[in-house]
């Protein structure tokens, strides 16, 4: 049987390996497995030799019997070579497997998919003859007479099938790890796992041809309509897949040799399953999985079927989620899964640092929501969220002196100018919203009835021609532009444009206290105050790791050179050089003597701390310290 003599091939190539590996003295001083490629290498070689001796077009026409006819043994283990281990287990099932294997794409050549087939065969002529013939050669005069099932199951995944053929199959999250065990063994030993993990494969390809398609130049038309025409197949067969069926099939099929981590997938309690499942923990995973989806609106099932592959593949997280210019790469999910757990930042909300664009302000607010939820209030954007968080608290604690982001018009009546301040955008019940504002300065300047509001609207969603638009109040925002502190809008009443109204945008504000006579009014010391915190300085490891042993919902924030904290992304290019970076910390991990920090910066997402050696986050400090008109050491607990 064809499954016993792959196996056979397999051992007799890895003995002759390991004889290779005591003859030959430069390959056995390295190690066998260290130079597995160079038997790879080798052995293609040999291969693509033998080839030569053959052209590609016999039609077997002087095959005496079909049963006599083998492939070359070169030829298999050129398969065994280049095909990725995990499919060769349903190499395994009878003799006809192997050629489901490679009619779904999975079984490869020195070079990719297989196009010629190399056989053995005795002909009519009772000679014993070695030829080269095509794939389709092959499958017609061989494979669909020796194999006639292999025929029904390439049919029933056919575009015009595969439908109707899912429908009859389960894909679903099993019930428990026993039934799960069984079920990786029955897809073992079933012809048809071949061609679910070509739909794994179909689905899988769809970014990189996308990619392709977009790097391809268009004089390049061929190239071009050949990638175009394989995208369209590739999402048709994902259209009849939902994203529960996806995760099933992408675990499966890169854990066919590993039924424990095909079952650990399901059943092992990794963060992303618990995140899948906790409200509090929702936020930490849904903008990953809005992102890998490419839909805001998720069922739990979606997000089960997400977190299983955050689970499963690791590399999705580094570029996850959505970007708006935050620190990228990420941690990869296992790490990020690992940070998480250790976490004790209030972080059930999501904001968008590049759409702050102020460092300062970002911390802060993660702070104040970190020790109140008083002034955290639902907004129309994550920047309006953030910097009404910011505004409201600093009204409080400060008389919003912090805030110098204000709408100004001249009033006649006073002949003077008045100000408001403003954030871009509207929160819940806030006096600070746009529109609130808007709304008050076109009371006092243009008639507006108090009845009357103002709506905002993103500059592509205005249409003039609308009925809608043609009486009221509308502010048009080009959403691209907008931060915290600036933005692009036109003020439409009555179909007219109102002039006159002046944005002024100076945010100055002290995060940590820069002077003696001012310190009082830093963003660190209001927040001690309003909150009644004690504030401690974290000198050294030991510090820190009191800190949290003590005060576990404490947590730790400061300003260091960015430079110095984070190299991969900041580069030094003069002497002296410091971009302040405010963070907070709240985790640690030691391993034999060694410490870490848990840390988000204010350029990192919310949701993906990162871990940083303690040893750059002591130089970033002490860089910091050094240029610092007080010597402040910009390490502190809060708690």
């Known amino acids: 049987m064809l499954h016993r003599y792959l196996t056979n091939q397999l051992t007799k190539i890895l003995a002759g390996a390991f004889v290779l590996s005591l003859l030959s003295p430069s390959f056995a001083q390295t190690g066998f497995y260290s130079n597995f490629k160079t038997l790879i290498e080798i052995q293609d070689d040999n291969f693509q030799k033998k080839l030569k001796n053959f052209k590609s077009g016999s039609n077997l026409n002087d095959l005496a019997d079909i049963k006599s006819l083998d492939l070359d043994e070169d030829f298999i283990g050129s398969i065994i070579f280049h095909t990725p281990s995990r499919y060769m287990s349903l190499a395994n099932i009878d003799s006809c497997s192997l050629y489901d294997l490679i009619l779904a794409g999975l079984a490869k050549g020195p070079n990719g998919e297989i196009q010629n087939f190399l056989v053995r065969y005795r002909t009519k002529g009772e000679i014993l003859k070695t030829a080269l013939i095509s794939k389709k050669t092959f499958y017609e005069e061989v494979v ?36 799960c ?42 190239k071009l309509t050949t990638l175009k025409r394989e995208l369209r197949v590739a999402k048709k067969y994902k259209s009849h897949l939902n994203p529960e069926a996806i995760g099933y099939l992408d675990n499966l099929c890169q854990n066919l040799d590993r039924p424990k981590l095909f079952c650990d997938g399901f059943f092992k309690q990794s963060f992303w ?29 979606e997000l089960k079927s997400c977190a299983q592959k955050l689970s499963s593949q690791p590399q999705v997280c580094l570029f996850s989620g959505f970007q708006d210019g935050i620190l990228t790469p990420k941690p990869n999910c296992e790490t990020l899964g690992i940070n998480l757990k250790q976490t004790t930042l209030r972080a059930n909300y999501n904001d968008c640092p590049a759409r702050v664009a102020n460092d300062a302000v970002i911390n802060t607010a993660r702070i104040i929501n970190h020790f109140s939820s008083e002034f955290s209030k639902t907004a129309s954007s994550c920047q309006a969220q953030t910097s009404n968080t910011f505004v409201e608290f600093n009204q409080v604690a400060n008389e919003g002196r912090a805030w110098n982001v204000k709408l100004c018009y001249d009033d006649k009546l006073k002949a003077t100018e008045v100000c408001h301040p403003v954030i871009f955008g509207d929160a819940k019940d806030s006096q600070f919203s746009m529109s609130k504002v808007v709304e008050k300065i076109l009371s006092r300047t243009k008639g507006l009835s108090k009845n009357q509001v103002c709506r905002t609207v993103g500059s592509n969603d205005y249409k003039p021609s609308l009925l809608e638009f043609k009486n009221g109040c509308f502010i048009v925002v080009d959403s691209q532009s907008c931060t915290s502190t600036s933005c692009d809008y036109k003020i439409i009443f009555d179909q007219l444009e109102v002039d006159g109204i002046r944005q002024v945008s100076d945010v100055k504000f002290d995060y940590l206290p820069r002077d003696f006579s001012t310190q009082s009014f830093s963003q660190a010391k209001l927040i001690e105050k309003e909150f009644k915190l ?49 963070f907070i910390v709240d985790g640690f991990k030691e391993d034999k003597g060694n410490y870490a920090v848990i840390i988000r910066t204010a350029r990192d997402s919310l949701h993906a701390p990162r871990l940083v050696p303690w040893a750059h986050l002591f130089s970033a400090l002490k860089d910091y310290q050094r240029l610092h008109p007080l010597d402040y050491w910009g390490l502190h607990v809060l708690y």
């Open 144 to 179: 669909y007479k020796r194999c006639p099932n292999v025929v029904k199951f390439q049919k029933y995944f056919d575009l015009k099938n595969v439908k109707s053929t899912l429908k009859s199959l389960s894909l679903s999250f099993p019930k428990n790890e026993r039934t």
């Open 181 to 222: 065990q069984a079920e990786h063994e029955k897809h073992l030993n079933d012809h048809k796992t071949a061609y679910l993990c070509f739909l794994s494969d179909q689905v899988k390809s769809i970014p990189r041809l996308e990619k392709e398609i977009q790097l391809t130049p268009k004089k390049n038309y061929k």
């Open 273 to 301: 399953k618990k995140a899948a499942e906790s409200k509090n923990l929702e936020p930490f995973i849904k903008s990953s999985c809005q992102s890998i989806l490419k839909k805001m609106n998720i069922t739990p099932s």
């Open 534 to 582: 004690t504030s401690k300085p974290i000198l050294n490891t030991s510090f820190l790791k009191r800190s949290f042993e003590i005060h576990p919902e404490g947590i730790i924030h400061g300003v260091a050179c960015a430079e110095d904290l984070l190299p991969e992304f900041f580069s030094k290019k003069v002497i002296n050089q410091c971009l302040p970076i405010p």
